[in-house]
């Protein structure tokens, strides 16, 4: 059941990309050292590239999947989720990831917009389900029990993310919207920021200006770690 809005208290939305992993570990897609430095998107992240070759597919994901069980939430999650936890009014914190930080490191008001890496979906049945281990062509789903249907629940480039309509409704209601460790390049998550500027404060934490920064109120530049506790704090200050 949502906590009921405090009119006191701006609703919040808060939407993250790789950057607010990034010191947990977790390589971005556009830095230097990032995933798209090393593949081709239309390679591995594509429902074309999957009916291509699922093999090299599913080795890209298990590859990443596996990387979660090395690594945890850092500062900047757990700041998140004491936020989730304390913040009266309203709050949906929207992310483009598919790691499973936040929601380990306890938020809860969470929506993954492009699925989740510990999740699997079954082209046959559409059963989705968690998911920890390597998937392959020859994996049986558990549910409908027929093998070469299962896909790593990930939303792909030409795919509709997760979602929109509750994400859009808490965008049409939000008072003050943060936009954190995004690149600011791949819509819709990209096109947040136009949709509510103006009408809601919107601010950005980010290491560099991403694509989107002269849209923003405000933007903040440095290590998510660094710059999410203290927006954290700043807000709870507001309800003692
Ligand atoms: N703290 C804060 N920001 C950081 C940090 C950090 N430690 N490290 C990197 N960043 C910033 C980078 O400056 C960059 O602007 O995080 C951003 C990461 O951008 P991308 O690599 O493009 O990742 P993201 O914006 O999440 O990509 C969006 O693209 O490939 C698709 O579906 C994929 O969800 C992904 C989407």
Known sequence: MPRPADPALPAIVILTGAGISQESGLATFRDPDGLWQRHRPEELAT???????????HGFYNAR????????????????????ARWPGELLLVTQNVDDLHDRAGSKRLLHM???LRE?????????????EDLSTATPCPRCGTAGGLRPNIVWFG?????????????????LFVSIGTSGLVYPAASFVAEVR?????????LEPS?????????????ATALVPALVAELLARCG
């Open 198 to 206: 103006g009408r809601a404060r919107t601010v950005e934490l980010n």
């Open 114 to 116: 492009h699925g989740a």
């Open 47 to 57: 429902p074309e590239a999957f009916a291509r070759d699922p093999a090299l597919v």
């Open 65 to 84: 999947r596996a990387q979660l069980r090395g690594v945890s939430p850092n500062a900047a999650h757990l700041a998140l989720a004491e936020l989730d």
């Open 211 to 223: 694509a989107g920064s002269a849209l923003f109120d405000e933007a903040r530049h440095g290590p």
């Open 159 to 175: 795919e509709m993310p997760v979602g929109m309509d509750r994400i859009g409704r808490a965008l049409d209601r939000c008072d």
């Open 120 to 132: 699997a979906r079954c082209t046959r049945c559409a059963a989705v389900l968690p998911w920890e």
